[in-house]
């Protein structure tokens, strides 16, 4: 399988910070101001968006991911749906697993590490105080078979 990362420069505005479940779903469900939902560029698109429920290796879904949703900027997502494209007429697609990540995601895994005392991973660079997806200009990607689904 073929695994890539795609880093993209991309902007992003600051969201909230204190905001109710409902608030934050509610916010989380619409797109971020200046950028387009994957999903509507590009409908057959997969997602696996693991930080939105418990299927990463926190154990727990992170802070700032309402929906499980990938947003870029319309450049960005544009050159992307012509990947898409390309791979579509190989019986492939595009599968994202993460794009713009609120900070605060960011800081729950650093907070998670270091209570668990997995302090290595922020040393080695696996967990980052600070990373490109908070910025919105990462995004990690891969390719599947659409035949097998991996």
């Known amino acids: 399988m073929l695994f890539f990362l795609l880093i993209l420069s991309i902007c992003w ?4 910070e204190f905001m109710t479940q409902e608030e934050l ?7 971020p101001k200046e950028f387009v939902d994957l999903e509507v560029v590009m409908p057959t698109i997969h997602l696996e968006i693991g930080y ?4 990463n290796f ?3 879904p992170l802070p700032g991911y309402g929906v499980p949703k990938a947003w870029l900027l319309p450049e960005a997502a544009l050159a992307l749906s012509k ?5 579509s007429w190989e019986d492939l697609s595009l599968l ?3 794009a713009y990540r609120p900070r605060r995601a960011s800081e729950a895994m650093v ?3 270091k209570r668990t005392n997995q302090q290595e991973l922020i040393d080695k660079g696996f967990i980052a105080e600070k990373s490109g997806h908070n910025h919105g200009h990462t995004i990690d990607v891969t390719i599947i078979d659409l035949k097998t689904g991996k």
């Open 96 to 98: 994202v697993y993460d």
């Open 83 to 87: 990947v898409q494209e390309e791979l």
């Open 13 to 16: 505005t600051q969201e909230p």
């Open 58 to 60: 926190t154990g727990r």
């Open 52 to 55: 939105h429920n418990s299927d």
């Open 111 to 113: 907070a998670w590490a």
């Open 25 to 31: 779903t509610v916010f989380s469900s619409r797109v």
